[in-house]
C-alpha cells in the first residue's frame, strides 16, 4: 500500500517552518525521506528505522512513530533551497526490500 | 565516484517499437531498483533487481516489460511494442545493501509518439 502523504502542497517565506506527514497502513520497518527538484533525480535526505528515532539532516530533522505508523519531515527556518517535492518512502516490516514512495509534497519557499 | 549512470536521457520512439533503457549502478552497489514517474506524480515501484536475480518484480506488468541486471554490465529495463501510455520518466536507483538509502539516476525520459 502507498503511504499518504500530508498536505499536498505549502508554500512558505524564506525562514518559516513546514512540517510534511506520512502515513503508512502497514506495519513498517523503515521511512526513507527523499527531496526532487524540478527535472531532477531524487535525492537521499535520511532513513528512519523502527524504534522511533529521529534523525537530522542540516536543518531538516524527521520522526518516525512505528506504533502509529507514521513519519514527520521537519524543515527548520526554510531556505530557497529546500523548494521542491518531498517524497516518503516506506519499507514494510516483513523486509521485502524495496521501498514504495507517497506521492509526494510539493514545497515552495518564496524570498 | 560517478553515481547511478542512466542512458539515454531521453528517448522518442514510434508506437510499436522497442525501448532500451541501461543503468549503470554506482560502484560497490548491488541492489538495483527500476521506478516509473509521470507527471506531477510519485514514483512506482516496478521491479528489484540483484546481479543475475529478479526478487521482485510485482510493480511490472505482465506484458511488454522486462528487466535484467547480468553478471556484466548494466541492468536493463527493455519494453516492447510501445504504446502512448508509456511515456514517462524512468528512474533507476541503486544501494550497497538491505536498509540503506537509494542514489537515482537521472533517469531517462520515453516519449512515444
Known amino acids: 500500500q502507498q503511504p499518504v502523504q500530508s498536505p499536498q502542497a505549502v508554500i512558505l517565506r524564506e525562514g518559516e517552518d513546514a512540517v510534511i506527514n506520512c502515513s503508512s497502513s502497514?506495519?513498517?520497518?523503515?521511512v526513507h525521506w527523499y527531496r526532487q527538484k524540478h527535472g531532477e533525480a531524487p535525492v537521499f535526505l535520511m532513513i528512519l528505522l523502527k524504534g522511533g528515532e529521529q534523525k537530522g539532516h542540516e536543518k531538516i530533522s524527521a520522526s518516525f512513530n512505528e506504533k502509529k505508523q507514521q513519519s514527520s519531515l521537519y524543515l527548520t527556518a526554510s531556505q530557497l533551497s529546500y523548494s521542491g517535492t518531498y517524497f516518503c518512502g516506506t519499507e514494510s516490516f516483513n523486509r521485502d526490500d524495496k521501498i514504495i514512495f507517497g506521492k509526494g509534497t510539493r514545497l515552495h519557499i518564496l524570498p | 565516484n560517478a553515481g547511478v549512470m542512466q542512458n539515454p536521457r531521453h528517448l522518442v520512439r514510434r508506437r510499436g517499437q522497442e525501448a532500451r533503457l541501461r543503468c549503470s549502478p554506482m560502484?560497490?552497489?548491488?541492489?538495483v531498483y527500476w521506478y516509473r514517474q509521470l507527471p506531477e506524480e510519485g514514483l512506482k515501484f516496478m521491479v528489484y533487481?540483484?546481479?543475475?536475480?529478479?526478487?521482485?518484480e510485482s510493480g511490472m506488468p505482465k506484458e511488454r516489460f522486462s528487466a535484467e541486471f547480468p553478471k556484466e554490465g548494466p541492468s536493463i529495463l527493455r519494453i516492447q511494442q510501445v504504446v502512448r501510455g508509456d511515456s514517462a520518466a524512468y528512474f533507476c536507483?541503486?544501494?550497497?545493501?538491505?536498509?540503506?538509502?537509494?542514489?537515482f539516476g537521472s533517469g531517462t525520459r520515453l516519449t512515444v509518439v
Open positions: 536507483a541503486s544501494s550497497p545493501r538491505d536498509g540503506d538509502g537509494y542514489t
Open positions: 502497514k506495519a513498517l520497518y523503515s
Open positions: 533487481l540483484q546481479k543475475e536475480n529478479i526478487i521482485d
Open positions: 560502484k560497490g552497489h548491488s541492489h
